[in-house]
């Protein structure tokens, strides 16, 4: 969704007001569980849907 949207790391933490390491952690899936409030930051920042940036492991 960044690629899709020109969005640099940066400048989605920056919106969404996450450390650049949690949200580089969000990013490679390397974080285990996410906040719904900032889930809604994400889809609000990147105008997507939940849907859009999360896919089910088990």
Aim: hydrophobic share 40%; with cysteine; aromatic share 4%.
């Amino acid at each position: 969704m960044m690629a899709k949207r020109k969005m640099s790391l940066n400048e989605l933490s920056e919106r969404i007001n996450l450390t650049l390491s949690n949200a580089s952690n969000l990013k490679t899936g390397k974080a285990k569980a996410i906040r719904f409030s900032t889930l809604d930051a994400l889809c609000k920042a990147l105008d997507c849907q939940p849907g859009d940036i999360l896919e089910y492991r088990e």
